[in-house]
């Protein structure tokens, strides 16, 4: 599995945009990328996902850069909700079938 | 809709007994796959099911084994426990195994604690 990097840690205020970076220099062509959090004490959850195009849906926007090897996750406006370990995953379709490899994530604190 | 449900939610052994866990999926899941989550380790893929077979398997022992009934619940077993296994379990369902679109579900997970 292509293998990803992630800061181990960001802080963020209530209220301000959060952008959570990956890198992902060994991606391939058939790679998604993926991106799940995990909120306290309780299990993942998905959060967005993309090919090449950037991505938004209600949780997130996804930024994949042009080359896809970095993407950005962006919280437009962080709330106390939000603070998880974000983990961004990439995914060979339809190769591994429904396997999630994880790397160690971002842990993202937010701050009033 | 009701989520992912893991039986027990909290499960102490002792070294050397065995454990079973129980996962049912969301309702019109036929894939469901398991995870240990360490502190050490983090998130591990176990294994995965679909349609009662296994489709995919983590680099775990042979004490780590499942199942997936007809009804797509599944069930986990880890025989000969040891310190190590001390962990919590998650599983998690999709729609079907595979696919771009498959956003994967977890429950809350089996936290396992071997003495």
């Known amino acids: 599995d292509a293998k990803t990097t992630q800061p181990n840690s960001m802080e963020s205020n209530e209220e301000e945009p959060v952008h959570l970076p990956c890198n992902h220099s060994?991606?391939?062509?058939?790679?998604?990328i993926h991106w799940y959090r995990q909120l306290p004490s309780q299990g993942p959850e998905y959060v967005i996902h993309?090919?090449?195009s950037n991505v938004n849906n209600r949780m997130a926007s996804l930024a994949i850069a042009e080359d896809r090897k970095s993407s950005t996750l962006i919280l437009h406006r962080a709330t106390l909700r939000d603070a998880a370990v974000y983990y961004c995953?990439?995914?060979?379709?339809?190769?591994?079938?429904?396997?999630?490899?994880f790397g160690t994530g971002t842990r993202l604190q937010v701050t009033l | 809709k009701a989520g992912v449900t893991q039986t027990p939610r909290y499960l102490i052994k002792t070294r050397g007994q065995q454990v079973t866990l129980s996962c049912s999926p969301i309702?019109?899941?036929?894939?469901v796959s398991w995870y240990q989550q360490t502190p050490g380790q983090g998130l591990q893929f176990l294994f995965e099911?679909?349609?009662?077979?296994?489709?995919n398997k983590g680099n775990f022992p042979g004490r780590f084994s499942g199942r997936q009934f007809s009804n797509s619940r599944s069930e986990m077993n880890v025989s000969t426990l040891e310190l190590g296994d001390s962990a919590l379990y998650l599983c998690?369902?999709?729609?079907?195994?595979?696919?771009?679109?498959?956003?994967?579900?977890f429950g809350p997970g089996t936290r396992l604690t071997v003495l």
């Open positions: 998690a369902s999709t729609r079907t195994s595979g696919g771009q679109y498959n956003e994967q579900f």
């Open positions: 060994t991606i391939s062509g058939t790679d998604y």
């Open positions: 993309g090919l090449t």
């Open positions: 995953i990439l995914r060979d379709y339809p190769g591994t079938a429904s396997k999630l490899t």
């Open positions: 309702s019109g899941h036929r894939s």
């Open positions: 099911y679909f349609s009662e077979t296994q489709r």
